[in-house]
Structure formats: C-alpha cells, structure tokens
C-alpha cells in the first residue's frame, strides 16, 4: 500500500529550538506524507516563494506550505502553560519566522530519516541470510598471477 494511505502515515517534527528539551514537554509538530498531486502544489508554493518580491509574499507561501503538511502538534502551550489546540491555520500565531522556515523545509524534506524507518516497518521479513557465496580460498590475482 502506498505509503500516503497508510492510517499512519505521519511524522514528527521536533523544531532546531526544542530539541533539547524534555521529551515529555518537546513540542512537536505532527505532519503527513503528502502525495504527488500534493507534490505540485507544493512546488508551486516554493517557486513562487523563491521568486517572491517581498518578505510578506514569502510568509504568505510558507504558511500554505506548512498548511498542507501540519496535521497536528503536541505540547504546544501558551506563555502561561495552557494548551494551544491545534488549529494548522493558526501555525502563524505561534512561529517565528526562522521557525516557520525550518517547518516548511521539514514538510519539503518530508523528514527522510522517518520515511526510511516507515518504509522498513512495512518492509515484510524476508530470509537475510547470506547470499552469495564467500570466496575463502578461491584463486585470485594475488595467490594465481597470470
């Protein structure tokens, strides 16, 4: 099943600011695996915040960017310590800008080290036994000079 349908199919995003914090108060950003058809809108928003003429233009784009990949965040609180609930048109009421940035390139990168580790979830088990044969004692170049 590709992996776009799978129930699942999401990842967390841990912004360059929290990581250090505990895991149990980090606040992450939860995003999905965006399909092909996704893929073209998505590009379509970079370019055109690469070719925008002004700051606001490029907010404007990343914000959609990060519209279409957030699906949820956990530990997200307010100044005092209450909840924020998630609400992805709301993510620039809680980001700066260099946060917002990091969160679009996340959602771009589609965060390859959890795809990889999806996809050998998936992975059915197959025999990972040797299969070739070794070469012990088999002539070579160093022991049969030609």
């Known amino acids: ?41 998505l590009a379509k928003l970079t370019d055109a915040h690469d070719e925008a003429k002004s700051v606001a233009e490029k907010l404007d784009t990343c914000y959609a960017a990060i519209e279409m990949g957030l699906v949820d965040w956990k530990n997200m609180v307010t100044t005092d310590g209450a909840p924020i609930p998630f609400d992805g048109k709301k993510a620039d009421e809680i980001l700066t800008m260099a946060e917002s940035l990091d969160l679009m390139q996340a959602i771009l990168d589609q965060n390859k080290t959890e795809l990889d580790k999806k996809k050998s979830e998936l992975q059915s088990d197959s025999n990972t036994g040797q299969s070739v044969m070794d070469a012990q004692d088999k002539p070579n170049a160093k022991t049969n000079p030609a």
């Open 1 to 41: 099943m590709p992996l776009t349908l799978e129930p699942n199919a999401t990842y967390e995003y841990i912004l360059e600011t929290d990581r250090k914090k505990p895991e149990n108060e980090r606040p992450a950003f939860i995003c999905r695996l965006l399909p092909g058809c996704e893929w073209r809108k």
